[in-house]
């Protein structure tokens, strides 16, 4: 199994709601990151967990928390955001947290604020 | 810090014509690259990457690229293209502080028939 699953593929919430987002490797790997991307632009690093530990958080708006409960699922919580928010928020994963290795993406969730 | 410079924002060949995507990268230490593929509504895929075993690398669906450390270059190519390969193209450096990779800002391939 070579792939990042996550879900849901779509998912359109009001500023108010509060909605998680999921992604799933059964690759053993054990660094995890949450990207986001605007259209026509490359993805912007948000988290790095490397070993279920928070590694990197690049200075991230609080409305958005992410959570790796095992070493298989990340998961990326959301509460009271803003429309410019609305992006393709990409999961991807590597074996460790090194810079000679390959990051895995997932298909993405296309989020959109209303 | 690392940075990548792809040039061409958009670039736009004939099915079976030479593709060349540019990459020119700056890096303090040996550098480790990328080159990933982009289709329309999906994540990203990697092509190939450079790890300094060989200054060219062979990678999927046909493309491999060449490290030039004089020119600082690590240009994608692929001979022939198909209408298939029409996608958006990144091409990314490791960094030292490792998770952090740079992405370039992307060229978008048309593929005309």
């Known amino acids: 199994d070579t792939e990042v699953t996550q879900t849901p593929k779509h998912l359109v919430m009001g500023m108010t709601n509060k909605k998680s987002l999921k992604c799933e490797q059964h690759m053993g790997h054990r660094a995890m990151y949450w990207y986001k991307q605007k259209a026509k632009k490359p993805p912007e690093l948000m988290f790095v967990?490397?070993?279920?530990?928070?590694?990197i958080n690049e200075s991230v708006p609080s409305r958005f928390s992410p959570e790796c409960p095992n070493s298989s699922l990340l998961n990326l919580h959301l509460h009271a955001l803003q429309p410019e928010d609305s992006a393709l928020y990409l999961c991807a994963s590597s074996q460790v947290l090194l810079v000679n290795t390959e990051a895995f993406f997932g298909q993405g969730t296309r989020l959109t604020v209303v | 810090a690392q940075s990548v410079t792809q040039l061409g924002s958009h670039v736009s060949v004939s099915e079976g014509a030479l593709v060349l995507l540019r990459c020119n990268y700056s890096s303090s230490v040996p550098p480790y690259l990328f080159w990933y593929v982009q289709y329309p509504n999906q994540g990203l895929q990697l092509l190939l990457k450079y790890t300094s075993a060989a200054t060219l690398v062979k990678g999927i669906n046909g493309f491999e690229a060449e490290f030039k450390k004089s020119e600082t270059s690590f240009h994608l190519t692929k001979p022939s293209a198909h209408m298939s390969d029409a996608a958006e193209y990144f091409c990314?450096?490791?960094?030292?502080?490792?998770?952090?990779?740079?992405f370039g800002d992307g060229t978008t391939l048309t593929v005309k028939p």
């Open positions: 990314a450096v490791g960094s030292t502080n490792a998770g952090k990779s740079t």
């Open positions: 967990y490397s070993y279920e530990k928070l590694s």
